[in-house]
């Protein structure tokens, strides 16, 4: 064994074997693999094999799409045979509402290069004669899909590696994980000690424990996952003696399972309610090729809906049940990238679909460690999407959820319960009283919309009108005698006309919005403003109380992060961005911060409180409250000041997300509700009402104001999502600068533009959607709905450069159905800023 390595990767499972390839496929290959067993005896001997393409995440939609094609080609680079069967994936749809989640789905899967074709159920009698076709409204299928052997795809990717340089230690476990102040890695283990720059972490079951060796609490416990393997039906086994083709993957995904062909017989693999979390402590030590005690009863919905559409499996006795961990992350999705407040430990763990993401996830997490960025968007699977609310009993009440809903219908505005409400503002308990329908981000509680009161619907009336699926639920779960206030759907849903409703009385009067899940930090000491200045491509404000929009590039200039900088006191900065990316942010700017004591950077998230009175009439509810003068004149758009609010007081900055006059107050959160309680009651003679995140979004979109990761990403350069204001190459260097430059000389392949969507009825893009220009892809929306002060649908998107004109007549896929849209002037409402500074 090696005493000195580049990287060392920890887990011999395909997902670190495949790390190990790809890193020496890069050029390293000084690189080592240390794995406690034999290759693949975690988790990755009992996995099933399955290469689902299917997933709504850009990201893992990414991932899986590689995979696929590296599979079909890597028997060939490799000489061993890795058992692959592309013998297609069909995903059955008996409910309207599955219907409308597949047609988004194939607008996502084109705009990625995924190929997803639409099957009548006469196709899918053709495709699978033993599947009973009642009730079924049509299929997709995946013509690349199939399934793998994944000890046979393992020992691929080990055999590759090898050849290229790389070593694989086995049967040598890790004990110790340390970092030197110099960053270097030590990696102990029972065989020596290995020194290292990176160390890659890809430990599966085992991850509790590698977060314990780190001191890091990583997001990941696994969860049991069952599937039944069946003897030989005798109709399979004519099909297969007449040299008949293999049916193919079978999802039924409103019943929660999948089914395949195996060895003459059938595998069954349900998603079922109750699966528990499993080696929440980790297995143990001596723990190799492990299962659990099967139990069947959990599963019985599942084995009687797959009887009910193949008959064929009622049919034949059970040969064996396979209980197994898969490991789980509380959103699903796997968990690939840079560890948080530790440099070059990167993480690849959480992999639920393991055996699909291997190979992108290895692909993209070599580009990262090796060139210092990934290719693709990965901000969908980033470990730090996660933040340090993620605890043992938050992990397993969320990770279980996330299982049990792996079939669901994944409504974009599905906001699920399980391990809620955590975080809460001072002020929840108001707004819940006011009739807040609460979403979640990072773990804070916060308003999406607001109900009228004793608005809602009788959840029986509601059940009763569901199909007669296993998986139909369409809202939030509710207590006994509870109304169900919000009905999910890929459509114009029941809130609809009331977050109009709020965006009109914005527009009209004034609103109060909670942002306090906003991501706080101070920047002090006395390298701050050039340290930022460094960082920025924007000029920092160079003047106490100024405001100013900063990006964050990567190095090709591409943008990662976006932040609202305020100088509070003479050269120390309070800096604002997305709440969801608190730990991203955070984590950046640490990673780049001096060590010589010059800057000192100061998380305040929680200290924090916001709340935001926007409007015509938010002046005149302000200086109910303050003796500062609010005038154009005394507080200009885009500054800042310590004002009193009643008997609180605030730091008001003359910025907002929705276009119109207003402040965002930023408090001490202990004052909040004396706040809150005080703007409600100055403001009751104005009309001022609460209002949500939806209604925000709606706002939003008719500024054409831009998010991360939608059409801000470090896919797309700075100038690409038109930017240009806010970056100044001739400012001095700052992070991605000549990359930057270069990337326009070069030519651009993307133009940031918002369209208005025509004849729209019930469904406004909401981003993903295909666009094309005489028939062919030209682009991508990022973000879509209906403006309500402009009464238009509207969609922000990046097309093809030559497409970008104002005038520009497009076409867009808007759940199956295309749209004619116009390309209209950015920022459609107010263009000129004159109501914002009014």
């Not at 795809?153 to 070593?167: I, N, V, Y």
């Not at 109009?500 to 701050?528: I, S, W, Y």
Request: proline share 5%; net charge negative.
């Amino acid at each position: 064994m090696r005493q000195q390595a580049r990287a060392v990767v920890i887990g011999g499972g395909v997902v670190g074997v495949s790390t190990l390839y790809h890193l020496a496929k890069k050029g390293w290959s000084d690189v080592v693999l240390i794995e406690r067993h034999e290759l693949t005896s975690g988790s990755t001997w009992h996995a099933a094999g399955l290469l689902p393409l299917f997933n709504m995440s850009y990201s893992v939609g990414q991932i899986h799409k590689y995979s696929v094609k590296l599979y079909d080609s890597l028997e060939a680079e490799t000489g061993q045979n890795v058992g692959f069967r592309q013998v297609s994936n069909i995903r059955l749809a008996c409910t309207r509402d599955r219907w409308d989640e597949y047609m988004y789905y194939a607008g996502v899967a084109e705009t990625i290069g995924v190929d997803v074709k639409v099957l009548t159920p006469e196709d899918v009698k053709a495709i699978w004669p033993l599947c009973n076709t009642d009730g079924l409204l049509g299929a997709i299928q995946h013509p690349d899909d199939g399934y793998i052997q994944p000890a046979d795809l393992t020992q691929a990717f080990a055999r590759g590696a090898r050849a290229l340089g790389a070593e694989i230690v086995r049967h040598t476990a890790v004990t110790a994980i340390e970092q030197a102040a110099s960053g270097e890695w030590t990696v102990k283990t029972d065989k020596g000690d290995i020194v290292c720059e990176h160390v890659v972490t890809a430990t599966g079951n085992f991850v509790r424990q590698t977060g314990e060796m780190l001191g890091l609490d990583i997001p990941v416990i696994p969860v049991e996952h069952q599937y039944i393997v069946t003897e030989p039906h005798p109709e399979i086994l004519e099909r297969q003696k007449q040299g008949l083709p293999e049916m193919g993957v079978l999802r039924e995904s409103d019943a929660s399972y999948y089914m395949r062909e195996e060895n003459g017989g059938l595998i069954l693999g349900p998603y079922e309610k109750g699966a528990p979390c499993c080696y929440v402590d980790g297995p143990s030590p001596d723990a190799e090729y492990e299962l659990f005690q099967e139990d069947l009863e959990r599963l019985e919905p599942h084995i009687e809906a797959a009887i009910n559409r193949v008959p064929a499996f009622g049919e034949v006795g059970i040969k064996k049940v396979y209980n197994g961990a898969i490991c789980y992350t509380p959103d699903g999705s796997p968990i690939i990238g840079p560890a948080w407040d530790k440099k070059n430990l990167w993480l690849n763990e959480g992999h639920s679909f393991g055996v699909t993401a291997a190979g992108g996830a290895g692909w993209q997490l070599a580009e990262w460690i090796v060139e210092g960025e990934p290719t693709i968007d990965m901000m969908g699977v980033d470990p730090r999407r996660f933040g340090p609310y993620a605890s043992r009993g938050y992990l397993k009440a969320k990770n279980e959820e996330a299982y049990a809903n792996v079939f669901t219908v994944h409504y974009p505005d599905e906001e699920r319960a399980a391990g809620r409400p955590l975080k809460r503002s001072p002020c929840y308990d108001r707004m819940k009283a006011l009739g807040a329908v609460f979403g979640s981000v990072y773990g804070w509680e916060r308003p999406n919309w607001f109900a009228p009161d004793g608005y809602g619907f009788d959840a029986a009336a509601i059940e009763a009108e569901r199909p007669d699926v296993l998986m139909k639920e369409n809202h939030p779960p509710v207590s006994d005698g509870e109304k169900v206030r919000e009905l999910w759907s890929f459509r114009r849903s029941n809130y609809f006309e009331h977050v109009g409703n709020e965006c009109r009385n914005v527009h009209e009067n004034a609103g109060l919005l909670d942002m306090t899940a906003f991501a706080k930090l101070k920047v002090t000491g006395p390298g701050a403003r050039d340290w930022l200045d460094s960082l920025f491509a924007n000029r920092v404000p160079k003047k106490r109380g100024r405001v100013g929009l900063c990006h964050l590039l990567t190095t090709r200039g591409g943008v990662r992060s976006e932040f609202t900088v305020y100088e509070y006191a003479p050269g120390d900065f309070y800096l604002v961005s997305a709440g969801a990316f608190e730990r991203h942010d955070h984590d950046c700017l640490q990673k780049l911060c001096p060590t010589d004591g010059s800057v000192v950077l100061t998380p305040v998230t929680g200290r924090y409180g916001v709340l935001v009175l926007a409007g015509p009439k938010a002046r005149d509810i302000l200086a109910k409250l303050t003796d500062a003068d609010l005038s154009n004149a005394a507080f200009p758009w885009l500054s800042g000041k310590m004002i009193s609010v009643g008997t609180a007081r605030a730091h008001a900055l003359r910025v907002n997300f929705v276009g119109e006059l207003g402040w965002e107050l930023h408090h001490e959160i202990e004052m909040q509700t004396a706040l809150f309680d005080a703007l409600i009651e100055a403001g009751a003679e104005f009309g001022l009402k609460p209002f949500g995140i939806r209604a925000m979004d709606s706002m939003r979109l008719e500024k054409s104001y831009r998010l991360i990761p939608r059409e801000l990403s470090i896919e797309y350069s700075a100038y690409e999502s038109a930017l240009d204001r806010f970056v100044h190459p001739n400012k001095g260097q700052f992070i991605g600068r000549d990359a930057l430059v270069e990337w326009r000389e070069k030519g651009e392949a993307w133009r940031f533009v918002t369209l208005e969507v025509h004849d729209v009825t019930d469904a406004d893009a909401r981003g993903s959607e295909p666009i094309y220009h005489d028939n062919v892809l030209v682009g991508r929306c990022t973000s879509g709905g209906y403006g309500w002060r402009l009464g238009k649908s509207l969609a922000l998107a990046m097309v093809r450069p030559d497409l970008g004109e104002i005038g520009q007549q497009l076409d867009v896929s808007i759940l199956g159905t295309r749209h004619k849209a116009t390309v209209i002037p950015e920022s459609p409402f107010d263009p000129e800023n004159e109501r914002l500074r009014a």
